[in-house]
């Protein structure tokens, strides 16, 4: 839910997810369209191998054709860092980063919602 007066949080218990994994992409030109093709890959990948996944998505920048934001929500933090413990992960995962001039990959916690 949002904030309420003073701040407080009104009830979190509506909150499905409260977990998040996130990257900050920025692909190499050209490869744009091969790079969502590998993400989508990569997160139908997650799906079926890690329990815990709630949604994913990724976001395309308007004004900058080669910079992308992922993002995923999960039920649990264990259940996040179980799938970035499975042997596959780092291939997966550099699979998407060998088509990028650079990238930020990092774990959130939900800090507020409106």
Do not use: Q
């Not at 191998?49 to 949604?55: N, Q, V």
């Not at 992960?89 to 409106?114: I, M, P, Q, W």
């Amino acid at each position: 839910m949002g904030l309420a007066r003073g701040g407080t949080d009104r009830a979190r218990s509506d909150v499905v997810s409260e977990e998040f994994a996130s990257g900050n992409w920025c692909v190499s030109p050209g490869r744009e369209e091969e790079f969502v093709a590998r993400w989508t890959e990569f997160l139908e990948w997650t799906r079926d191998s890690a329990p815990g996944l709630t949604a994913a998505r990724l976001i395309h920048d308007a004004d900058d054709p080669r910079h992308f934001i992922s993002f995923a929500t999960w039920e649990s933090r264990e259940a996040l860092l179980r799938w970035r413990a499975l042997p596959a992960f780092t291939e997966h995962l550099k699979a998407c980063t060998a088509l990028c001039d650079d990238f930020r990959g990092s774990n959130y916690s939900l800090a507020a919602t409106v």
